[in-house]
């Protein structure tokens, strides 16, 4: 095992495990998190499962990847790679992603300004394995030998071997990144690391059949065939939905009915669905927000229209497709105006931003952020507020799709500075913020100790950041609320406060954005928020 000084060479080399992330190493958190003998313990890979799975990579493991049996399968999984990268570079192929990706492989001037704005890199130590030049390097190397077969690639561009390890790591090293795309922002040329982490992972999906289980098999397969990736049928939301409603109504005192399948409505809202179960005063507030405001929408309870979950943008563009045609679909069925996407950052991505490159002709419907609809609704005059109820410290997450990628920065913030009076902003925010640590499907993985992984790395510079923007009133004397306007988000802050008991030292609790609307309304009644049952 290698601690720090990785070769390119190193990848390939049949050994156990390459790297290796020592606590000691993690970068520092604030008081009282600052003592590494506090740090949680990781759960430690059993010996029966590393001999059945390729564990050749780190401390941990996102895919659990069977050991192929013999050469033969071996081979047989390293000529697939191959013959999967060679159609990311075909028009027909890869038409959504070809150019960026050319100038990526083509257009890299190895200057490193990209290495420091990645916070899986810095959170680790700068551990080599996680340097992001290392694995765009790796895959460089590679489609330079074996796909374009350059005359001397390996004294041109620098050798590598492939070979089943080399394969295995890279897949789980795909699953190292959240595509958060920080590193992008930076790169003076436009080359896009996050991309090639992108392409790796629909090689590995489409090519050869491997992908995270909780965002393929649990995700978009089942999103597919029963209609969500929470498992509900439309008739088990509706039940849901209803349940939701007779709570909202007893907690505001005011009388809230979903609407659902009116035909010809101004918007169809699309939730995350994983709100409904996990975070249910979200739709809730969503219903009483709507209602108040007096607003023409409509929620389908066509299968997958009730669920705006779309993994397929982090793993599988094919699946991205079905889903969003659905989408699309329900909404066209309905005559609606347009789709308004809630609180969920990769479903906003998915389908205003990337599907515009499948929903063409009918299926183009206008489709918008809830956040610029709340804005327009917050500063309206048709709903009553009292800021005084919000009076409490509130900052907030930017969630990467949202934000870096798609550019909604400032109504949320607008809402936020009118809202709560003691509002802050984390350091750095807005399209410089760090991702919660959980992108790209990692808040929703939990296999082995992959969890381990994803808070005390992935997630430990969006801790700090929190922690710092409460650094005025740390202790938990002094209730504070974390705003974090996004569903995968959320489960992945939920996942890192607990982890580090953050509840209890520092009384913080986390929710969305509408929650604090709600929470400011004159016509409901005190106390829409609660303190004691926020996870
Ligand atoms: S991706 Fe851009 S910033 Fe990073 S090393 Fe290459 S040229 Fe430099
Ligand atoms: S996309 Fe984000 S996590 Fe991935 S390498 Fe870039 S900065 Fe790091």
Not at 174 to 199: F, K
Not at 200 to 206: A, T
């Amino acid at each position: 095992m290698i601690k720090n000084k990785l070769s390119i060479k190193d990848f390939g080399k049949d050994t156990d495990q390459l790297a290796h992330v020592d606590l000691n190493d993690l970068t520092p958190l604030p008081p009282p998190y600052d003592k590494v003998e506090d740090e949680p313990k990781w759960k430690e890979l059993k010996p029966e499962y590393r001999e059945q799975f390729e564990c050749s990579l780190d401390d941990t493991v996102a895919l659990g990847i069977p050991k192929p049996k013999t050469p033969g399968e071996e081979k047989e999984l390293v000529d697939k790679f191959v013959s999967g990268l060679q159609k990311l570079f075909q028009k027909e192929n890869n038409w959504p992603f070809l150019q960026q990706l050319m100038l990526t492989l083509e257009h890299c001037a190895k200057c490193q300004t990209c290495v420091d704005a990645c916070p899986i890199y810095e959170a680790s130590g700068r551990n080599e394995v996680y340097r992001l030049t290392y694995r765009s390097e790796i895959w460089r190397r590679i489609v330079k030998k074996y796909v374009q077969k350059k005359p001397f690639a390996s004294f041109t561009d620098g050798d590598i071997d492939l070979n089943w390890k080399t394969v295995a790591r890279l897949m789980e090293l795909s699953y190292r990144c959240t595509i958060c795309r920080r590193c992008a922002q930076t790169c003076p040329i436009g080359v896009d690391n996050a991309l090639i982490t992108h392409e790796l992972r629909k090689v590995f999906s489409q090519e050869m059949g491997i992908a995270a289980k909780e965002i393929h098999e649990k995700g978009s397969v089942l999103q597919l065939k029963v209609g969500s990736s929470t498992g509900m049928n439309s008739e088990v939301v509706k039940d849901n939905i209803d349940f939701i409603d007779e709570d909202m109504s007893e907690i505001t005192g005011l009388t809230i009915k979903s609407r659902w399948d009116v035909k010809g409505a101004d918007i169809m809202l699309l939730h995350n669905a994983g709100e409904i179960i996990a975070w249910p005063e979200n739709p809730g507030a969503f219903a009483i927000i709507l209602e108040a405001a007096g607003i023409s929408w409509t929620l389908s309870s066509d299968a997958v229209a009730y669920d705006g979950i779309n993994y397929g943008l982090w793993y599988d563009d094919a699946q991205l497709a079905r889903v969003a045609i659905k989408h699309a679909q329900a909404a066209r069925k309905l005559g609606v105006k347009k789709i308004v996407i809630g609180e969920c950052g990769h479903a906003h991505k998915a389908l205003t931003v990337i599907a515009d490159r499948v929903l063409t002709g009918d299926l183009n419907i206008p489709r918008e952020s809830a956040m610029t609809l709340l804005e327009d609704i917050v500063f309206s005059g048709k709903i009553k507020f009292d800021p005084s109820r919000n009076n409490f410290p509130v900052t907030l997450h930017d969630p990467c799709n949202l934000v870096r990628l798609m550019g909604v920065v400032e109504p949320q913030r607008r809402i936020l500075r009118y809202l709560c009076p003691q509002f802050r902003e984390m350091t750095p925010h807005g399209v410089h913020n760090y991702c919660c640590g959980g992108g790209s499907g990692f808040a929703i993985m939990s296999p082995n100790n992959f969890q381990n992984w994803r808070v005390a790395v992935s997630g430990r510079k969006k801790l700090k950041q929190v922690l710092d923007a409460f650094s005025d009133c740390p202790g938990p004397e002094t209730k504070k609320y974390l705003c974090a306007p996004c569903s995968n988000c959320k489960g992945q802050i939920r996942d890192i406060l607990q982890y580090y008991n953050v509840k209890e030292k520092s009384n913080i609790i986390y929710g969305g954005l509408v929650e604090l609307i709600v929470n400011a309304m004159v016509d409901v009644k005190p106390g829409f928020i609660s303190w004691d049952e926020s996870f």
